[in-house]
């Protein structure tokens, strides 16, 4: 190839590297803007959190590691807890409405 070829790829390769930095610096400003403005923090902020947790020891959940002195695969259940459904024991002789009058 020669040198003129060369330098047109250069430029090409130039062209394209500062396009993506643009790009980066026009996502990192909206990004920005818009976690002011609504108060949700970007998606890349909230996974480097979790990383950065990760490494430290942290699980995912936010909760101590296996070091805790909890058996692998137990969880101690919280107070702060939410319990969907409850269980209870449906009995056949539980006493029922009355059937409804047709009027």
Not at 53 to 79: E, H, I, M, N, V
Not at 86 to 99: G, I, Y
Request: cysteine-free.
């Amino acid at each position: 190839m020669n040198w003129i070829g060369k330098i047109f790829m250069g430029l090409i390769g130039l062209g394209l590297l500062a396009g993506l930095l643009l790009a980066l610096a026009v996502y990192t400003v909206f990004a920005t803007v818009r976690w002011l403005l609504t108060g949700r923090k970007p998606q890349v902020v909230l996974v480097w959190q979790q990383f950065s947790a990760l490494r430290k020891g942290a699980r995912w959940g936010g909760q101590p590691g296996p070091q805790s002195g909890a058996p692998s695969g137990f969880q101690t259940p919280r107070q702060d807890d939410i319990l969907d459904v409850e269980v209870r024991e449906v009995v056949d002789d539980a006493p029922r409405l009355p059937p409804r009058q047709q009027g």
